[in-house]
């Protein structure tokens, strides 16, 4: 039973570019959770999502950051005209339904040149 | 201060001792989660407590809630040098599917 996959593990952008983060929940699971962590830091929530509607999207960013879980596929993260504040490692949770345990996936780190 | 702060923010342990950790939060919750995550690598769940909990357990572990003073402490005994990791707690608020992380205690454990 695979856990939640994340890709890339790595990325790389240079200022101005666009970002794509993929995240596969865990099979069973409905519920997907984006974070964010800077470096020294714990992880700050971003948007919360269920399939093919945002729940909760109170930390995310108002401009460039923007959140999707289609019907079929996996929940991307999208982060367009990156800057360099944007480095940080981007976690995806997932669960089964609201308020139950949430399993992590290894994380994306983002780097912005 | 924000929800699910840690305390200490730092704690240093010879291997074989007990390291105690705590975590405060403000609002009322759900469930409040003890999470490890080692240098630069993904998260692992440890223990989730609900609301109407006062203590778990798993392995050297133990948590235990007081919702009374919004408080819950981690609990690892005879420790490793494997233990040594950021810990963090998160809450979850009632209602609220996503959980607030405070911002860890990082623990180390010299052999």
């Known amino acids: 039973n695979a856990g939640v996959m994340q890709n890339p593990r790595h990325l790389v952008r240079r200022r101005g ?3 794509r983060l993929r995240c596969s929940p865990m099979k069973g699971h409905s519920h997907v959770y984006w974070y964010r962590q800077l470096p020294e830091e714990g992880l700050k929530f971003m948007v919360y999502l269920q399939k093919e509607n945002i ?7 108002k ?4 959140a999707e879980f289609p019907k079929e596929g996996p929940s991307i993260l999208r982060i367009q005209q990156v800057v360099r504040g944007d480095s940080a490692a981007y976690f995806c949770a997932s669960s089964r339904t609201q308020g139950d345990e949430q399993f992590f996936g290894p994380g994306t780190r983002l780097t912005v040149l | 201060s924000q929800q699910g702060e840690e305390d200490p ?7 074989g001792e007990n390291a105690t950790m705590n975590c405060s ?3 009322s919750i759900n469930n409040l989660q003890w999470y490890r995550q080692n240098s630069g690598r993904g998260l692992v769940h440890l223990i989730l407590i609900r609301s109407n909990e ?3 357990h798993s392995g050297r572990l133990r948590v235990t809630l007081d919702t009374s003073k919004k408080s819950s402490s981690l609990l690892i005994t005879a420790s490793r040098a494997a233990d040594t990791a950021s810990y963090f707690c998160a809450t979850d608020g009632a209602n609220a599917g996503k959980s607030t992380f405070g911002d860890g205690t990082t623990l180390t454990v010299k052999p």
């Open chain 1, 17 to 19: 570019q666009e970002a």
């Open chain 1, 55 to 61: 729940i909760d999207e109170s930390g995310m960013p």
């Open chain 2, 54 to 56: 006062r203590e778990k």
């Open chain 2, 9 to 15: 923010q730092a704690l240093s342990i010879q291997e």
């Open chain 1, 63 to 66: 401009e460039r950051f923007s």
């Open chain 2, 25 to 27: 939060y403000k609002t």
